[in-house]
T-cell receptor
Framework: GAGVSQTPSNKVTEKGKYVELRCDPISGHTALYWYRQSLGQGPEFLIYFQGTGAADDSGLPNDRFFAVRPEGSVSTLKIQRTERGDSAVYLC???????????FGQGTRLTVV | AQSVTQPDIHITVSEGASLELRCNYSYGATPYLFWYVQSPGQGLQLLLKYFSGDTLVQGIKGFEAEFKRSQSSFNLRKPSVHWSDAAEYFCAAHPYNFNKFYFGSGTKLNVKP
């Protein structure tokens, strides 16, 4: 596709459930980022992939969060045992490499009830 | 610690008036610098970027930004604001070869008719 695609656009889940958020980056982009944006705040870094490997996962808040990018294209952010505090917009971005501009998807709004 | 500061949380300007949004960064060396715009419920759209060279950079939608090394600033400007410019604006910095972008907390722009 022409841009970064994220699905679903909205996700409501019950506390304690498991969720998966998907990101389809711009074709050919090797760098992929996940960010989290809480209401009224700027995006906060979660994880960076270069190709298939997670080159930097220092932003993941705890071990309930995990992300994969098995073929170096689509990435999935996985959250186990969701908590109400996980409610936020999860943004994915991709770029040619980490020293070029990143293009963001529309985000997935996660609501944990 | 690396940081990006946007001192103005909200700004209101009249349609047709000029606009300047402030951004300061704190890093050891000049990072790559970006401005993104976010409309309600949308992802981040890249307005402009600075990597090196000419310190005045032009972007989309009539925006420009000026990099001032002495002030560690990268302020966004527009000579004449349109009602459609109402949105939230984020400044971001990416130190060379780092694995992440650092975002400011955003400035919400309101445009009065």
């Amino acid at each position: 596709g022409a841009g970064v695609s994220q699905t679903p656009s909205n996700k409501v889940t019950e506390k304690g459930k498991y969720v998966e958020l998907r990101c389809d980056p711009i074709s050919g982009h090797t760098a992929l980022y996940w960010y989290r944006q809480s209401l009224g705040q700027g995006p906060e870094f979660l994880i960076y992939f270069q190709g298939t490997g997670a080159a930097d996962d220092s932003g993941l808040p705890n071990d309930r969060f995990f992300a994969v990018r098995p073929e170096g294209s689509v990435s999935t952010l996985k959250i186990q045992r969701t908590e109400r505090g996980d409610s936020a917009v999860y943004l994915c971005a991709s770029s040619w490499d980490k020293n070029t501009e990143a293009f963001f998807g529309q985000g997935t709004r996660l609501t944990v009830v | 610690a690396q940081s990006v500061t946007q001192p103005d949380i909200h700004i209101t300007v009249s349609e047709g008036a000029s606009l300047e949004l402030r951004c300061n960064y704190s890093y050891g060396a000049t990072p790559y610098l970006f401005w993104y715009v976010q409309s309600p419920g949308q992802g981040l759209q890249l307005l402009l970027k600075y990597f090196s060279g000419d310190t005045l950079v032009q972007g989309i939608k009539g925006f420009e930004a000026e990099f001032k090394r002495s002030q560690s600033s990268f302020n966004l400007r527009k000579p004449s604001v349109h009602w459609s410019d109402a949105a939230e604006y984020f400044c971001a910095a990416h130190p060379y070869n780092f694995n992440k972008f650092y975002f400011g907390s955003g400035t919400k722009l309101n445009v009065k008719p």
